[in-house]
């Protein structure tokens, strides 16, 4: 799903470059879910826009879903995320003018679905109530939870996540988290999920840590 190699990527200009990412590394399968920590500032909201595309790496080879990025145009990119790449911003980035089951129907379509389960995973995620609201209608959870059946609606093949729980409150995260996990498996979809709840990493297969610009397999021990 992903392989990269020694990415990086710097903001400010050639006068005085601050470098956020220094030969990042990882790669992704699918029906895997792997998470990145890492303290705030460190790049990892930076990571997942070269893996979407909205960004480019400076250095560094980038292959996502089979294809080389250097070889992908602006609206290759665009049919990647509107078809097969799923993201998850941490505000929900849902439609304002379009409830939120139009919102998941509009996601699906884009993918190119006639049909979509929109329904049934609103049920899961217990927001069915909410069919009918726009998004500033919905609180924080609720938007967050919209946004995870946006996403699967459109039957992706991966999901850049950040914060996906971010908006939810313990209990609330404490009943959609197993569906998220099981939604992964059962779709065979490969999940990249940048987060700071422990308890969202340790059900991952595999958790790094962001550092220092470089993604390195997480050491609890190191960490404690």
Not at 112 to 118: I, P, T
Not at 147 to 154: E, I, K, Q, T, V
Not at 176 to 192: K, N, W, Y
Not at 203 to 213: N, V
């Amino acid at each position: 799903m992903i392989r990269a190699r020694n990415l990086s990527r710097s903001y400010g200009g050639a006068n005085a470059p601050v470098r956020v990412l220094r030969g990042a590394s990882l790669e992704l399968y699918a029906g895997e879910a792997v998470a990145v920590i890492g303290p705030s500032g460190s790049g990892k909201s930076t990571l997942l826009n070269l893996l979407n595309g909205l960004m480019a790496p400076d250095e560094g080879e980038l292959e996502i879903l089979g294809r080389a990025s250097s070889q992908l145009t602006d609206n290759d990119w665009a049919q990647l995320r509107r078809r097969h790449i799923a993201t998850l911003f941490q505000d929900g980035n849902l439609i304002p003018t379009l409830m939120v089951a139009r919102n998941i129907a509009f996601r699906a379509g884009l993918a190119g679905l006639a049909e979509h389960d929109g329904a049934a995973l609103m049920e899961r995620l217990d927001i069915a109530a909410t069919a009918g609201r726009y998004p500033d209608q919905l609180s924080g959870g609720q938007r967050q939870r919209a946004a995870l059946a946006c996403a699967f609606a459109m039957q992706p093949k991966l999901i850049l996540a950040d914060e996906p729980t971010g908006s939810l409150d313990y209990a609330t995260t404490q009943r959609v988290t197993p569906l998220f996990f099981d939604a992964i498996r059962e779709r065979d979809v490969g999940a990249l999920i940048v987060t700071h709840n422990p308890e969202l990493a340790e059900r991952c297969d595999r958790i790094l840590e962001l550092r220092e610009g470089a993604l390195r397999p997480w050491d609890s021990a190191l960490s404690s």
